[in-house]
T-cell receptor
Framework: AQTVTQSQPEMSVQEAETVTLSCTYDTSESDYYLFWYKQPPSRQMILVIRQEAYKQQNATENRFSVNFQKAAKSFSLKISDSQLGDAAMYFCAYRSSVGGAQKLVFGQGTRLTINP | DSGVTQTPKHLITATGQRVTLRCSPRSGDLSVYWYQQSLDQGLQFLIHYYNGEERAKGNILERFSAQQFPDLHSELNLSSLELGDSALYFC?????????????FGPGTRLTVL
């Protein structure tokens, strides 16, 4: 079974600075999808960014980018120019590409605090 | 707004009772997933329905059941409730016909069992 590990329960960063959240995963599959979801105090789960394992290019979405290292099974999230609205729990998630196995497997989350 | 709706937002009930959580997927999405978020277990997959048929089961208790109706909305039924069932229950939907198949989450239903 696949597992996802987020080793940083909490992180903090100064507003306008850059922060990187870590995520590692374990799988025997060669094709899969990885996601970062954000959960602000409202508790809504919001998709931040996604990465297809077959793509070598790292995904980017505005101030959010990932560092995908397939061999190392690492998928970190970099937030540039941090804003107060970025404060939230961040969850890394894995999804198999095998048919019928579309469930998301989540890490335990990293709570990000933005200091003004 | 993800386009996924869940009702009710909050539910407070007593042990031993039965409740029903409702989810309406995004327009056009055929897949519905249910997840449970609790302090001790984190985010756990419960069950997946596609176009009315059960596709996969996760860590779903026998006291819990779900179904997806012809109009594609889904209901999660929780019975013989215990204190430990208190959690945030999320529904997510996706369109399996697209390559991305990203799951979009509803706002969740917070269940409190007293």
């Amino acid at each position: 079974a696949q597992t996802v590990t987020q080793s940083q329960p909490e992180m903090s960063v100064q507003e306008a600075e850059t922060v990187t959240l870590s995520c590692t995963y374990d799988t025997s599959e060669s094709d899969y999808y990885l996601f970062w979801y954000k959960q602000p105090p409202s508790r809504q789960m919001i998709l931040v960014i996604r990465q297809e394992a077959y793509k070598q290019q790292n995904a980017t979405e505005n101030r959010f980018s990932v560092n995908f290292q397939k061999a190392a099974k690492s998928f970190s999230l970099k937030i540039s120019d941090s804003q107060l609205g970025d404060a939230a729990m961040y969850f890394c998630a894995y999804r198999s590409s095998v048919g019928g196995a579309q469930k998301l497997v989540f890490g335990q989350g990293t709570r990000l605090t933005i200091n003004p | 707004d993800s386009g996924v709706t869940q009702t009710p937002k909050h539910l407070i009930t007593a042990t031993g009772q039965r409740v029903t959580l409702r989810c309406s997927p995004r327009s056009g999405d055929l897949s519905v997933y249910w997840y449970q978020q609790s302090l001790d277990q984190g985010l756990q997959f419960l069950i997946h329905y596609y176009n009315g048929e059960e596709r996969a089961k996760g860590n779903i208790l026998e006291r819990f059941s779900a179904q997806q109706f012809p109009d594609l909305h889904s209901e999660l039924n929780l019975s013989s409730l215990e204190l430990g069932d208190s959690a945030l229950y999320f529904c997510a939907s996706s369109d399996l016909l697209t390559l991305t198949d990203t799951q979009y989450f509803g706002p969740g239903t917070r269940l409190t069992v007293l």
